[in-house]
Every structure is written in structure tokens, then in C-alpha cells.
């Protein structure tokens, strides 16, 4: 079964930081990699995906993420964030035969004014 | 607009009264999946569906059911609640099981059991 794994559980960051967000899934076949967002109030909202080309994956809102196959990561990353980033931030990894999207615990994000 | 409904978005129930929570999808989309995100454990799937009448479990099926009788619908059905299936649930739906469709969340909802 896969497993994505997401280190850190809380961020805290000023305005202007710089932010990456770490993932590592655990299946070494073909996957396709997602990062999702879900803002206070629960709506989730899909910030980029990977599922084959060029490793770096832009997204929407100035987010990024880089796919390294050797090291089964796939980190978030934003040069600059705004207070308005505050939120949850999912990995998510699918295929390998299964079904639908495999999540990581999430990494809550607050960003300080 | 293309959109996912869930409904209700919060109810309180007690123990072993029989519930439904709704979800509906109106962009003809093929497969749909049932989540319940639970502090510090993420998003686990409980049941998913790759068309009509086909549904399968997912990581925690215990204690749910589903049905998939009509392509937008898929009802999750808790037949006798107990405390410990109070969570947040989404429904999501995509055009396909292929892998790297996009999933489309509902906006959730808040089940707690007394």
C-alpha cells in the first residue's frame, strides 16, 4: 500500500518567508502527485499536480512543487507568502494500482502579519 | 457550475439512529469516493465508486455503506452511528479512476455522534 508522508505538522512563518513544505510517498512505481489546500471553512481547492514532463510543477497562486524521483519527494514550495496562505496543505499520491488518492497528514500553515 | 454538493453540512445524532448523508455531482463524472479527515490523520477513504453500481471499499469501510444507483449520486449510509465515526466528511468525484485526474471536493460535512 502507499504512504505519503508529510514532516511537518505546524508552520508558523511571517509574511514575505519563504515557505517549502515536505512530502515523501512510499510506492517506487509510476504515481502522479498532487498538493491540495483546504482553507478555514473546509473548501478544498487543488494548488498543482504532476503526472509526467518536467519536474517542476507550477502551480496556482505562486506555489511550486519539484517531483525527485530518487528521493520519492514532491515538496511545495512559495517564495514569498502572504498571510492569505493560511491553511491546510494535503500531498496526495495515486497510482500503483490503487484507487483513488492517498493522503498525508497534512501541514498546518499560519502565516503572521 | 460545476460543483459538488453534500448534504447536511452538519448534524448531531446520537447512537444507532440510521443516517444519510447526500452527495451529488453535476459534472457527468465517473468515479466518486467518500473521505473522512480526522485530526492528525489526513484524509482516509472510506468507500469509492468507478460508475454506477460499482463501488468498492477503501482504507476504513467499517460501519458505512454506499450505493451508486445514478451516475451524480452517491449517498454514504451510516446504519447504526456510534461515537467514533464523528469527523468531517468529503465526498469527492473525477472523470475517471485514472490517476492523475483531478478530484473535485464537496464542501464537507460535520457529523458528530452523541
Known sequence: AQSVSQHNHHVILSEAASLELGCNYSYGGTVNLFWYVQYPGQHFQLLLKYFSGDPLVKGIKGFEAEFIKSKFSFNLRKPSVQWSDTAEYFCAVSGGGADGLTFGKGTHLIIQP | ?114
Request: hydrophobic share 25%.
Open chain 2, 1 to 114: 457550475e460545476a460543483q459538488v454538493t453534500q448534504n447536511p453540512r452538519y448534524l448531531i445524532t446520537v447512537t444507532g439512529k440510521k443516517l444519510t448523508v447526500t452527495c451529488s455531482q453535476n459534472m457527468n463524472h465517473e468515479y466518486m469516493s467518500w473521505y473522512r479527515q480526522d485530526p492528525g490523520l489526513g484524509l482516509r477513504q472510506i468507500y469509492y465508486s468507478m460508475n454506477v453500481e460499482v463501488t468498492d471499499k477503501g482504507d476504513v469501510p467499517e460501519g458505512y455503506k454506499v450505493s451508486r444507483k445514478e451516475k451524480r449520486n452517491f449517498p454514504l449510509i451510516l446504519e447504526s452511528p456510534s461515537p467514533n465515526q464523528t469527523s468531517l466528511y468529503f465526498c469527492a468525484s473525477s472523470w475517471s479512476r485514472k490517476s492523475y485526474n483531478e478530484q473535485f471536493f464537496g464542501p464537507g460535512t460535520r457529523l458528530t455522534v452523541l
